[in-house]
């Protein structure tokens, strides 16, 4: 028998940036543990085959057009959503984009690109729902960050930016949230292969130094996610907020190894 506290069976979770990646994987641990979904994309064709998969599960899934980076997408995308499904109780802002430049390579567009996306599109999306989340006194709002939350790299200055102001975004809105029942939570994956950075794991002495650096000793696979976003969209994390979880092998503890 499940336990109760991490049971999502009737409530709705909104997850952006779901036409593939960690989105879907966010999506279908939401869904293996009960919500139904909105999933949203810039283009409302590529969530045609993951809103088939969700209702071959048995819930139900509601695929949108949004392009966080656009004002009247995010206000026409919520409004939708609120017609169609009587009550949003988690929000997962997972849009996003990178752009890997040396930093004296960075054009003002690259910026405003991953900031737009990463970070205001996050804020907005947020903003969109937290009206209707506090008209009902609750709400689970989960930001993906990353471990570029608290860790800089080099080559993505924006990306680090941005992943840094979802940090403090996240401490913020849950102040501001906190007392109409609403938790925000910030969950930052540590080195997981994506799209966006599948062409770093082409090259294997990158994979074996990463590999060294992190004391689980493997990079992250999707599924390492699903407890930490059922976690944070459930009961069971009622009492925490403002928070950044890490999910990331440990590399955080900064520890390297001796060479021989």
């Known amino acids: 028998m499940p336990d109760i506290q991490f049971d999502l069976s009737g409530k709705t979770a909104v997850v952006t940036g779901a036409s593939r990646g960690l989105g879907q994987y966010f999506g279908r641990a939401l869904a293996r543990a009960g919500a139904d979904l909105v999933i949203t994309s810039r283009r409302l064709a590529d969530l045609l085959p993951f809103q088939a998969e969700i209702e071959a599960m048995g819930r139900r899934a509601l695929p949108l057009a949004l392009d966080v980076r656009d004002h009247a997408s995010i206000r026409f995308m919520a409004a939708e959503t609120l017609s169609r499904v009587p009550r949003i109780d ?126 689980l000793k493997r990079p992250g696979q999707p599924d390492d996610l699903n407890g930490a976003i059922v976690f944070l969209a459930s009961d069971a994390s009622a009492y925490i907020t403002g928070q950044t979880l890490l999910v990331d092998g440990g590399i955080t503890t900064g520890a390297t190894r001796a060479t021989a």
């Open 90 to 215: 988690i929000l997962v802002n997972n849009a996003g984009c990178n752009v890997r430049k040396p930093a004296v390579d960075i054009t003002w567009d690259d910026w405003n690109l991953v900031l737009d996306t990463n970070l205001r599109g996050a804020f907005f999306v947020a903003q969109a729902f937290a009206p209707h989340m506090i008209a009902n006194g609750r709400g689970r709002v989960i930001n993906i960050g990353s471990v570029t939350s608290v860790f800089g790299y080099a080559g993505i200055g924006p990306y680090c930016a941005s992943r840094g102001g979802i940090k403090q975004l996240t401490m913020s809105l849950a102040d501001e949230w906190g007392p109409h029942g609403i938790t925000v939570n910030c969950l930052a994956p540590g080195w997981f292969k994506t799209q966006q950075n599948a062409v770093l794991y082409e090259n294997q002495r990158w994979v074996e130094y990463l590999t060294d650096r992190i004391p």
